[in-house]
């Protein structure tokens, strides 16, 4: 991308990211031997399979605002202390849901870079809402980890 992006320009980006991700679920899928790791990275597999079809959606419909309406989830802010490790045969659903919910974190962390370098663009609104679309991955992913993983928390 050039100096200033166009809507369809930042769109396909995020589309391309999706699926990276998805290729990446996929692959570790193949990788892990854990049953329910291996489900859940299937899982998260469809899951940015929606992701790329909502993004293909917007762009074709042209309507590059609507992603930010709606309520921004909680951030548990579970990536600021999580450590990730490269997903390998004896990776853990643990393991799966720390690296998933890394991967949005540097998605946030890039779309949130991006809304400072092109505010008050007619780009920011649809990077904005990029960052919040990133937040309610990393948000479900979190709940789930939380609800699995941490007690009393």
């Known amino acids: 991308m050039g100096s200033s992006p166009t809507p369809k320009e930042i769109l396909e980006h995020a589309i391309r990211m ?3 991700g998805r290729e990446f679920y996929v692959q570790a899928a193949q990788i892990v031997t854990m049953p329910g790791a291996r489900e859940l ?3 998260l ?3 940015e399979i929606e992701h790329e079809a909502m993004f ?3 762009q ?3 309507d590059f605002e609507s992603l930010a309406i709606g309520e921004l989830p909680p951030d548990l802010r579970l990536s600021d202390f999580l450590v990730t490790a490269p997903i390998g045969p004896e990776s853990t659903p643990q393991d799966v849901l720390i690296h998933a919910i890394r991967m949005e974190q540097n998605a946030i962390d890039l779309y949130s870079a991006w809304v400072l370098l092109y505010r008050g663009s007619e780009i920011e609104p649809l990077i904005e809402g990029l960052v ?3 937040r309610r991955h ?3 992913l979190e709940a789930v980890y939380s609800d ?3 007690e009393d928390w």
């Open 18 to 20: 999706e699926q990276r």
């Open 41 to 43: 990275l299937e899982e």
């Open 45 to 47: 597999g469809r899951d």
């Open 56 to 58: 293909n959606d917007l």
């Open 60 to 62: 074709a419909r042209g």
């Open 132 to 134: 919040v679309e990133e």
């Open 138 to 140: 990393k948000a479900r």
């Open 148 to 150: 699995q993983f941490l």
